[in-house]
């Protein structure tokens, strides 16, 4: 069984009209409930308002997948958390970002990169296209699909080139995006997946939902590091797996904390 | 002509006996006398001592190329600094990481990974596989060179899968290390490269010497965007390459800014 | 169940007294063992003396991963069966070569580079660093493991940059070699992985044994495609996603075979 | 001064009245003078009916960049030709594949994938967007550009993730395709560009030109390697970088040809 946890920004369903009304129970209950109906998967949710944006490490240890929506607030989500959610990535921990999600902190600090594009907001058809028919994320899925209404995001999407690029959609008026991109993060594995404006019923949509079903188990990585993911250990001389005689002048005494 | 800056931390330089015997100038000024014995690179200095630490945006713009080296101050390297050198790589300046640059907060900032390795200072010998050796960073070097006393890292070296493995390192005590990798982070080229230990001679080595004069070469990107970029630009409907009509419900108004 | 299909040259075994006073049934039938250890594996052998090679593409339709051990024959190879091979794994079956295969017909031909290195075999001591720790190929085993007595093998590895490095060698010799590489190719995932001279016990040691065990996990992919996976086909005027007229003039007629 | 080769397949050009009118002199033709018109690069012509199709060893030691447009007659290119240009690659001539060369027997070679797509000719709109800004080959473009009459080509794209992706098509019947795409070879850089179907005068287009113009530059590798490409050799036991004792059974003799 994996543990899946859907963290939503849950503002625009509280304070948006329309939002509300497509997402009455928020856009994070609407995506546990498309991942429950795995039976392999179990998926609870957690939001920006709950304690620690109901984010800790001990949560984190238990969570073998994260999902990540969020908008109009990535300034609120806390720097602690950040760190702690991007350490639970390296030690293992998938995390799947989710549409505007391209400017949260957690993408932008495990990219390295603006994470930038353009976009437009005119209800228009997109076109998701399988690019990588054999990777379990396209599973069961036709070669191309449709979300009649959605937002647009164009190229230059400004990340590092992916490990791999699972979808490119075409937008009705004329851009393109890379719509689904893996990457490797320590021990983790991370997918960014474009649709889901919060406006248009895009996570009721059954291929959207076979996605995200997909990516969790895609990204799941039973081995989970233990430890301090950041150490930089010193390996004594006299325990260096070839016999060696330390040799010139030091800095450091033998077994002592490197500079950080 | 291209322009390099070698920003040095400068430290043990100033505080370590050994250090100053080596580098009597400081490790900056050797590696910048390397690279200005090329007659098509220009290169300059500046150390964590100079005010905003010798490096500001005006001076990052008309810098092609810049040489970081940090070992025992990464945490005395101010925010602002850190994001004006990402900032300038991804608009096109190239960036080469030296040695315990490995743990400079830059690097860990563009990586998104903990750059983490293991460590031995026991002056042990160290010899660099060519593993690409077509690649113009290699250009006229051996299949093979030797530093014959040279601190230790060994992997796994915590960084995302290079664009490019260029180096490898054999240690004599028994491990292995990813001692050159390629990256492209927006416009910008950035290459770590694993030698410079300040107790040794390493940057006197006329392979590694030849090393950092090649990566200059190709880390240049004659190509220097401007503006801002992160810049998340809205298009608008009727400014859309294909004629489309707005429908369905909005956040936005026509040009308005995104949340961020 | 994955049902696993190691094919051996089985020359070498028969022919040299050393060799085959280590592996007495073959190597295949060693490596079959190993991975029949594992209770979710079923694993089969097929070697070069088998009619067709023992290699089918019926055989191959219900083969999910093919290890591949070649060291002698290469050239006795028959082009049909390399196809029927690369077909299989653009389609989806898993593809593990092994140590001297990096010279097989099949490796070269999804490779498309040389695959050329240095080699020694002088009974060396062989350290593996596991330079992925999160990956399923290296789960179980320790940072790094030793192989007393292997041919060495060493870089340059004439193969494209892979998706993953998962392996280093560090050899007694005072050479490296990148020693688990992963790529995809179409649907299918591919290993190499280094060891494995033929004079020595190497697939009785219970790392390499591990190792293998993982990789025929991690390049399962239960998604197999069915069908001409060369297929190009033309998409009809009337048939396209979105409405348009053909225009202009043409080399074929609607729904034509292109060239090829 | 880069020394550029376009090779053309010239038969529509000659057989086809359509094709004739665009290109009166030739596809290869009109592709050189849009490279001549650089000053830094000098191009010269070759074809399928010269004798060896143009291409010998001696002519491709001393081209620095090979162009490559062929459709009807892939069949017809000799595997000697194919073996020539490979090598030529892999000691790091540049190739640069056009258009229906996706099928052509040296890319597939190179690519080792079926290298197939979808497509159809009905002289549609193709925009092309520049999703790597800063990337040598888009230099001097726009963020994008039409083609106004084109074939489309359409994903998936049956070739290994590249190594970045430049360019990705939107096409008028509603596909993508990633338009533009660079990999390595041993010592040589290849980039696939997908416009210029035959029927239409896509070669004349500045923003084409400016590509192709910027590719061979970025191609241009002056490091060209010497002697066999292919050579694998023998480390002898006291030419090891390290000095070791060989011990345990042996298949060869010191210094002697491996198998192959």
């Given at each position: 069984?994996?543990?899946?946890?859907?963290?939503?920004?849950?503002?625009?369903?509280?304070?948006?009209?329309?939002?509300?009304?497509?997402?009455?129970?928020?856009?994070?209950?609407?995506?546990?409930?498309?991942?429950?109906?795995?039976?392999?998967?179990?998926?609870?949710?957690?939001?920006?308002?709950?304690?620690?944006?109901?984010?800790?490490?001990?949560?984190?240890?238990?969570?073998?997948?994260?999902?990540?929506?969020?908008?109009?607030?990535?300034?609120?989500?806390?720097?602690?958390?950040?760190?702690?959610?991007?350490?639970?990535?390296?030690?293992?921990?998938?995390?799947?970002?989710?549409?505007?999600?391209?400017?949260?902190?957690?993408?932008?600090?495990?990219?390295?990169?603006?994470?930038?594009?353009?976009?437009?907001?005119?209800?228009?058809?997109?076109?998701?296209?399988?690019?990588?028919?054999?990777?379990?994320?396209?599973?069961?899925?036709?070669?191309?699909?449709?979300?009649?209404?959605?937002?647009?995001?164009?190229?230059?999407?400004?990340?590092?080139?992916?490990?791999?690029?699972v979808f490119i959609s075409w937008f009705?008026?004329?851009?393109?995006?890379?719509?689904?991109?893996?990457?490797?993060?320590?021990?983790?594995?991370?997918?960014?997946?474009?649709?889901?404006?919060?406006?248009?019923?895009?996570?009721?949509?059954?291929?959207?939902?076979k996605v995200l079903t997909n990516a969790?188990?895609?990204?799941?990585?039973?081995?989970?590091?233990?430890?301090?993911?950041?150490?930089?250990?010193?390996?004594?001389?006299?325990?260096a797996p070839e016999k060696i005689v330390?040799?010139?002048?030091?800095?450091?005494?033998?077994?002592?904390?490197?500079?950080?």
């Amino acid at each position: 069984m994996i543990k899946a946890l859907v963290w939503g920004e849950n503002i625009h369903e509280r304070e948006n009209e329309v939002v509300a009304g497509v997402y009455p129970d928020g856009m994070h209950a609407c995506i546990a409930a498309a991942l429950n109906a795995d039976p392999g998967i179990q998926a609870e949710t957690a939001t920006l308002q709950d304690p620690e944006h109901g984010i800790t490490a001990e949560r984190l240890a238990r969570t073998d997948i994260l999902l990540w929506w969020g908008h109009a607030a990535h300034a609120d989500v806390s720097d602690v958390v950040v760190q702690l959610v991007a350490d639970a990535v390296y030690s293992g921990m998938g995390l799947i970002l989710l549409h505007s999600a391209h400017f949260a902190k957690i993408f932008k600090h495990l990219m390295g990169t603006p994470c930038n594009l353009t976009w437009r907001e005119a209800g228009e058809r997109e076109r998701l296209w399988v690019t990588a028919p054999g990777h379990p994320i396209a599973r069961g899925l036709p070669p191309s699909f449709v979300l009649e209404r959605e937002e647009m995001y164009g190229e230059p999407f400004g990340v590092p080139e992916a490990l791999e690029t699972v979808f490119i959609s075409w937008f009705q008026g004329g851009e393109v995006f890379r719509s689904g991109l893996t990457y490797r993060r320590g021990a983790g594995n991370v997918f960014y997946f474009r649709p889901g404006h919060e406006t248009y019923p895009t996570y009721y949509d059954a291929n959207v939902r076979k996605v995200l079903t997909n990516a969790v188990h895609w990204a799941h990585n039973p081995q989970r590091a233990t430890g301090d993911i950041h150490a930089a250990p010193n390996v004594r001389v006299n325990a260096a797996p070839e016999k060696i005689v330390a040799r010139g002048p030091r800095l450091h005494k033998d077994g002592e904390d490197g500079f950080r």
